[in-house]
C-alpha cells in the first residue's frame, strides 16, 4: 500500500509541474495575444473594420476546426509511436504522404469556398454588406491550411521531445498578425491585416519544418499500410473534432446575430471572449493537456481505482485555480481591460462596454475548464461520443438563449436597466450586446452540468472533497477579493484614471493584496490544494511534458 501511495503520489506531482509548465508556455503565447488585441485595439477601436476582422475569421477557423484538425497531435501521437516501434524509420514517410493527402483535401476544400465566398460570407454576418470582408475572408482561407500542416509536421517535433521548438510556434503566429497591423495595414489597407495573418500562419509551419527535413528517408511506407494507419488517425481524431465544431457553430451563430447589431459589436464581443480565453488556456487547457497521457495509460491498465483520484484530483484543482480567476477577473476587470486594450482609438466607452462583457464571459470559466478535462477523460475511456452529446447541448442552448435574451432586453425595459446598473454600463450605447455574452455563458454552464452528471455517475467521483474545495476556495476568494475592491473604491475608479503606469500600479497592487488574503485564508484552513500547488513549485521542473500545447488548444 505504501509503494502505491508512493507511485501515485510522483504521478499527481508529475501532473501539477507538467500542468505549471504548460500554463507557462500558455502564459507566453497569451501574452503576445494581448500585444496583438491591444494593437488591434489601438489602431481601430471597436469599429466597423475590426467587425470585419473578426467576422473574416469565421469560415476559415470553422474549416480549421472540421477539417484541418482531424490529423491532430493527439490522434497522431500514439499513431506515431506505434509505427516508430513496428516501422522503423518510416514515422517520416507516414507523415509525409499524410501531408500530401492533407495539402489535397484542404486545398481542393478551401477552393471551393474561395469561389463561393460571395455566397458564404453573408451566410456567416448576414447584418455586415461590405465586399472587403469577402476579400479578407479568402485571404485567410490560407490560414488553416498553413496551421493544419504545422499541426502534422508538429506531431514529429513532439515525438522528438522538441518541446520547446513547438512551443514557440503560436508566438510566431501572433508575432506575424502583429506584423501585418504594424506594416502591411498602411500599406495594403483591411486586406493587410489578412497577410499579415497568413505570415504568422506561415511562421507557425515554417519554423518546424527545417527539423522535418532532417529526418527525410528514401524509405516509403507501403500504401496498404499507410491508409490503415491513416483510418487509425481519423478514427481516434474525428469525435475531437467533433467537439470542436460544436464550439465554432456556437461562435459562428452568435457572430451572425452580432453583425445585425450596431457597428463595433462584434468586436466587443470577440475582445471579451479573447480576454476570458486566456485564463482558461493557462488553467482549464493545461491541466486537463496534462492529465489526458496518464487518464490514457491507467484505462489502458484497467486501473480503475488510481483512475478515479487522478481525475479527482485534476477536478480539484480546476476548480482551485478557476473560482479565484473568475471574482478577481469581474472585480478587476476594468483595470485589465483598460491595461490591455485602452490605447489609441479605444475608448473608454468601448473599455466599459468588454468589460462587461468580460465578466459575464468569465463566469463559465470554471465550467469551460472542467468541460475540457471531462472531454478528455472519456477520450481516455474509450467513449467519444458522451462529449460530442454535451456540446450539442452548448449550441443548443446558446442559440436559443441568445435569441431569448435580445428578445427579453428590447422588450422588458425593467431587465435591462437591471444589468446595465449591475455591470454598470447605463450609459454606453450598444449594451445589446452582452446579451450574446451572457449567452455564451449560459451554453458553456448547460455543456458543464450535463456532462458534469454524467460523469460522475459513470466514473463514480468522490464528491466530499470537491465540496469542500469548492467551498473554501469561493469563500476565501470572496473575501480576498472585497479587499481588493475596497482597495480600487479607496485609490479611485479606473474611469478617472487615465495614466496606463497608474492603472497598472493600481489593479497589481489590488489584485496582490487580495491574493495574499485568499491565500492566507486558505493556509489557516489548511487547503489542501494549497500545499500540494506550493510543493510543485518548489519542485524543480525537470521533464517536459508528455503532451504539448496544440493550435486548437490555444486562441487565436
Not at 50 to 72: E, H, K
Not at 318 to 326: H, R, S
Request: net charge positive; glycine share 8%; with cysteine.
Amino acid at each position: 500500500m505504501a509503494r502505491f501511495w508512493s507511485v501515485f503520489g510522483k504521478e499527481v506531482r508529475g501532473m501539477h509541474q507538467a500542468a505549471y509548465l504548460l500554463a507557462f508556455f500558455a502564459l507566453c503565447s497569451q501574452l503576445l495575444a494581448l500585444v496583438r488585441d491591444r494593437l488591434l485595439a489601438a489602431s481601430f477601436g471597436a469599429s466597423h473594420t475590426l467587425d470585419l476582422y473578426y467576422a473574416a475569421f469565421r469560415i476559415p477557423d470553422f474549416l480549421f476546426a472540421t477539417v484541418a484538425s482531424l490529423l491532430s497531435l493527439y490522434a497522431l501521437l500514439p499513431v506515431l509511436t506505434r509505427l516508430e516501434r513496428e516501422h522503423k524509420g518510416l514515422v517520416v514517410s507516414f507523415l509525409e504522404q499524410s501531408l500530401v493527402v492533407f495539402f489535397t483535401t484542404m486545398g481542393a476544400i478551401s477552393f471551393v469556398a474561395f469561389i463561393f465566398a460571395p455566397e458564404l460570407v453573408p451566410l456567416v454576418t448576414p447584418g455586415i454588406h461590405d465586399p472587403q470582408l469577402i476579400l479578407l475572408a479568402r485571404i485567410l482561407l490560407l490560414q488553416p491550411i498553413l496551421l493544419g500542416a504545422s499541426n502534422i509536421v508538429g506531431a514529429l517535433t513532439q515525438l522528438r521531445h522538441r518541446f520547446f521548438l513547438y512551443s514557440i510556434s503560436p508566438l510566431l503566429y501572433n508575432l506575424g498578425i502583429i506584423i501585418g497591423v504594424l506594416a502591411l495595414y498602411p500599406r495594403m489597407g483591411v486586406a493587410g491585416l489578412g497577410w499579415g495573418v497568413v505570415l504568422g500562419a506561415f511562421l507557425h509551419f515554417a519554423i518546424q519544418v527545417p527539423f522535418f527535413g532532417i529526418e527525410h528517408s528514401n524509405k516509403r511506407l507501403p500504401s496498404k499500410t499507410f491508409f490503415k494507419e491513416l483510418a487509425a488517425v481519423l478514427g481516434l481524431s474525428v469525435p475531437r473534432t467533433l467537439g470542436l465544431a460544436a464550439t465554432q457553430i456556437s461562435l459562428l451563430a452568435l457572430v451572425a446575430i452580432a453583425s445585425f447589431l450596431v457597428p463595433g459589436s462584434i468586436s466587443v464581443f470577440m475582445f471579451a471572449y479573447n480576454l476570458q480565453a486566456v485564463p482558461l488556456t493557462i488553467i482549464g487547457v493545461s491541466y486537463s493537456v496534462a492529465a489526458f497521457p496518464t487518464l490514457a495509460r491507467l484505462h489502458a491498465a484497467g486501473d480503475h481505482g488510481e483512475f478515479v483520484r487522478y481525475i479527482e484530483t485534476a477536478l480539484r484543482h480546476i476548480f482551485f485555480w478557476c473560482i479565484p480567476a473568475t471574482i478577481f477577473v469581474i472585480v478587476l476587470r476594468a483595470q485589465l481591460v483598460r491595461v490591455i486594450l485602452g490605447a489609441g482609438a479605444f475608448d473608454w466607452g468601448a473599455t466599459r462596454l468588454t468589460a462587461a462583457a468580460l465578466a459575464l464571459f468569465i463566469l463559465s470559466l470554471a465550467a469551460q475548464s472542467i468541460t475540457l478535462l471531462i472531454a478528455r477523460a472519456y477520450y481516455a475511456a474509450g467513449n467519444t461520443k458522451k462529449p460530442l452529446y454535451f456540446g450539442l447541448a452548448d449550441i443548443s442552448v446558446s442559440i436559443v438563449s441568445a435569441i431569448f435574451f435580445l428578445a427579453l432586453f428590447h422588450a422588458n425595459p425593467f431587465v435591462r436597466a437591471f444589468l446595465e446598473s449591475l455591470l454598470r454600463v447605463g450609459d454606453v450605447p450598444g449594451t445589446i450586446v452582452l446579451m450574446l455574452a451572457l449567452a455564451y455563458c449560459c451554453g458553456a454552464v448547460a455543456e458543464f452540468v450535463i456532462g458534469l452528471v454524467f460523469f460522475l455517475h459513470d466514473f463514480r467521483i468522490p464528491r466530499l472533497a470537491i465540496f469542500e474545495l469548492i467551498f473554501q476556495s469561493f469563500s476565501a476568494s470572496v473575501i480576498g477579493a472585497g479587499v481588493s475592491y475596497l482597495f480600487l473604491n479607496y485609490t479611485g475608479i479606473a474611469g478617472t484614471i487615465n495614466k496606463t503606469s497608474i492603472l497598472i500600479g493600481q489593479g497589481a497592487t489590488a489584485g496582490v493584496l487580495g491574493l495574499l488574503v485568499t491565500a492566507g485564508i486558505l493556509a489557516l484552513l489548511k487547503n489542501r490544494e494549497l500545499a500540494e500547488a506550493v510543493s510543485a513549485f518548489k519542485r524543480r521542473f525537470r521533464d517536459t511534458p508528455k503532451v504539448a500545447l496544440e493550435t486548437t488548444d490555444i486562441s487565436s
